[in-house]
Nanobody, 125 residues
């Protein structure tokens, strides 16, 4: 089994910064695509940022230039650096990882999608 533990959320003033972390533990051979998602009250689930194994990134238009996704493969940890935060960034943020538990899973392209528990980010003065 794979567990994800998110941290780094909290209350921040507009214009401030936060860094979210998502640490994976358990039986892990390889982590493939990674994404950070968010959901605000009354709004649909939204992909905020993604990063591939090769390091290619993509971002929602609303966060481009302000958020940065990164990964530390050695630590099985992913990060979301959020700068110039706005009240509309307020949401519960979730990480999602595609994990191959074993070498056999990896060579057969069998990846399990695992979600974090979510961390609340509130941007308010």
């Amino acid at each position: 089994q794979v567990q994800l533990v998110e941290s780094g959320g909290g209350l921040v003033q507009p214009g401030g910064s936060l860094r979210l972390s998502c640490a994976a533990s358990g039986i892990i051979f390889r982590i493939n695509a990674i994404g950070w998602y968010r959901q605000a009250p009354g709004k649909p689930h939204e992909l905020v940022a993604g990063i591939t194994t090769g390091g290619s990134t993509n971002y929602a238009d609303s966060v481009k230039g302000r958020f940065t996704i990164s990964r530390d493969n050695a630590k099985n940890t992913v990060y979301l650096q959020m700068n110039s935060l706005k009240p509309e960034d307020t949401a519960v943020y979730y990480c999602k990882l595609a994990v191959a538990a074993t070498y056999a899973d990896y060579v057969n392209d069998r990846y399990l999608e695992v979600w974090g528990q979510g961390t609340l980010v509130t941007v308010s003065s």
